[in-house]
């Protein structure tokens, strides 16, 4: 699967650090600096309880680097300069897409946005990738908490400069944050609801004001988005696409581009930030480039004939059977599995449950026993991926077992509004007998669909009206087709008549934004610490929302309650357990059907590159940290 990642506050963070790849606490040590208290530690939530100026921010106190350090412990800081990268796009945010964009603004609603650009903007400051969750001076070389949290003052560096040489001011901060809220993209302006006021103070100071009960992570959120020039904002309508080049501050600027096909950046020569602590070492190529290709064979064949350099494969059968040509076999192509830390996220099939048929749950839980993945796993995926049960997979916020106290303390007040499951073991995918045709579990889901008051008339599922049930898969690339046709045919079999249908991508940004789909595949990631990005995805709020995360369309007042719990949670213990608390009410609400995850990461790349010894823990690392062997 190529990886749609939402609005995980870690995507967000990484907008700020273009692909960040990060690497854990070690490596290239020398001459860095360690990790160490930050000598001002915040207090519970994240919040100074005094005006307290400092280098970083973070989600429960704690920094790891020390005022003044050098770099990040995870490049290389004498890493050389130069060469090209490229690649395909891997990962989504706001309005992209995989296979082709038509606007330079990612930002907003309108069309679908290029890859990359997050590389030619500068935030306030940037994530640290050995770290849960912190951030550091990028564009604020400092900020200073007051007001129990309310107020946050961002010191500017006043060497910013925009790329046509303009200072970048205060001013410039405020312009984005008005447009972000006014016309951004629906996430962000979610993200943002609880920032009341940006404003300049000089032209080196923001003054960034948030309100009464704020989500404990919206500075952080605030802290990551980019920002834009004021001049040029005031020129040109931000609620519109447009292929006109836009004017940033980052370490890239656009330096050619056709429109669906590829676009390139070239590294900024005097780009102002890079002596920065938390810029020494990284952006190291003289070129970035994305390419697009329709689908995946057409992407690979890329690959071998060289159009591209860098290649994250994401399908098993792929890596096991394509990767046997000329330059794999001489050694000018390189393959690697690299371990992929980071939690694993949701991936599956959702069902849109704003559409009458899926209004009853015992209907979705049908479906569900009807994907066999055992046979799957083995026949598709040469048993390469393990099976996703949780909304917080491979972390410590999966729910397991019987709910702890702590948990039933959440739990209990909606004791009458919950199924009995959520009080007892988390609903796990019952497995398979890995046949194909386990006729069990179609018994299962034809007792569920009969109890929900379907039943079968000359081989077609009804209900009461005798009206038939059918189902469209909805995506905009044909790579999960032998997945989903297997699936098909399952569901067929007890009468509902189901499709598979690709739609250009623009069609389906625009069927997804409007919900106007049955079923479609996405992959979600969170953050280590899960904040406001809870609500993006899961509370009611969101499911009215158009162009939201939510696509489930979960609107349930004890999700949104158990949301309530997390964002309040005072430390990393209280929300583990208001996350597992809300693993629970979601797995038992069947809101979607579970896929797989792999926990490795499969590359393969021409042999022009070098990078630090160690993978990054929360990262991948490639283009971020790598660079391009001398020639």
Sequence with gaps: M???????????LRLGVGAAGLVPLGAYAQGGAGPASSGAAEAEGGLAPAAVERHGLSFFGDLGY???????????????????????????????????????????????????????????????????????????????????????????RPQARFHDGSRLTAEDVAASFAALKADGYETI????????????????????????????????????????????????????????MPLGSGPYRIKRFEQGRFIEYERVADYWGRDLPVMKGRYNFDSVRYEYFRDRIASLEGFKGKVYLFREEFTAREWATAYDFPAVRDGRVKREILPDESFSGVQGWFL????????????????????????????????????????????????????????????????????????????????????????????????????????????????????????????????????????????????????????????FQARVQNFDFDMIVRRYSFAPYPGDELRAYFSTEAARTRGSFNVAGVADPVVDALIANALAAKNAE??????????????????????????????????????????????????????????
């Excluded at 296979?99 to 903007?121: K, M, S, V, W």
């Excluded at 809101?591 to 797989?596: A, E, G, L, T």
Aim: charged share 25%; hydrophobic share 40%.
């Design 352 to 507: 849109n449950t704003r559409r009458p048929k899926f209004f009853d749950r015992r209907v979705r839980e049908a479906v569900g026993l009807l994907f066999d993945f055992e046979w799957t796993s083995r026949n598709l995926m040469y048993d390469a991926y393990k099976r996703t049960v949780s909304f917080f997979q491979n972390s410590d916020m999966m729910a397991q077992g019987k709910p702890s106290p702590a948990e039933l303390r959440l739990l209990t007040p909606f004791r009458d509004k919950l199924p009995d499951e959520v009080f007892e073991e988390p609903f796990v995918p019952p497995v398979s007998d890995g046949s194909g045709e386990d006729r069990e579990l179609r018994r299962q889901a034809l007792a569920l669909l009969k109890d929900a008051g379907y039943a079968i008339q000359q081989g077609r599922l009804v209900d009461a009206r005798g009206e038939g049930f059918s189902i469209e898969f909805l995506d905009d690339d044909g790579s999960m087709e032998r997945h989903t046709s297997r699936f098909i045919g399952h569901l067929k079999k007890v009468g509902i008549e189901a499709t598979f249908r690709v739609v250009d991508p623009a069609q």
């Design 189 to 244: 302006r979610m993200a943002l609801r609880d920032v009341i006021a940006v404003e300049a103070e000089g032209d080196h100071e923001v003054v960034m004001r948030f309100r009464p009960g704020r989500a404990r992570d919206v500075p952080l959120t605030a802290a990551g988005l980019p920002v834009f020039s004021k001049a040029y904002l005031a020129a040109r309508p931000f609620n519109q696409s447009s292929l006109e």
């Design 66 to 156: 020390p005022p003044g350090f050098t770099y990040f412990r995870y490049v290389n800081p004498e890493a050389p300069k130069g060469g090209p990268f490229s690649s395909t796009p891997r990962a989504t945010y706001y309005n992209q897409a995989l296979n082709t964009f038509d606007t330079l603004n990612p930002f907003n609603q309108r069309g679908n946005g290029a890859q990359g650009l997050e590389l030619i903007y500068d935030t306030l400051m940037t994530a640290a990738g050995d770290e849960k969750s912190a951030l550091y001076g990028r564009l604020a070389g400092s900020v200073v908490i007051a007001d129990e949290g309310l107020t946050y003052r961002f010191k500017l």
């Design 2 to 12: 190529s990886r749609r990642d939402g609005l995980s506050r870690r995507a967000l």
């Design 574 to 631: 209280d929300l583990v357990v208001a996350c597992r608390a809300l693993d629970r009410v979601l797995r038992a609400g069947r809101y979607w059907i579970p896929q797989w995850y792999s926990g490795s990461h499969r590359l393969a790349f021409w042999d022009q590159f070098e990078r630090p010894p160690q993978k990054p823990r929360f990262e991948l690392g490639a283009m971020d940290t790598w660079w391009a062997k001398p020639a």
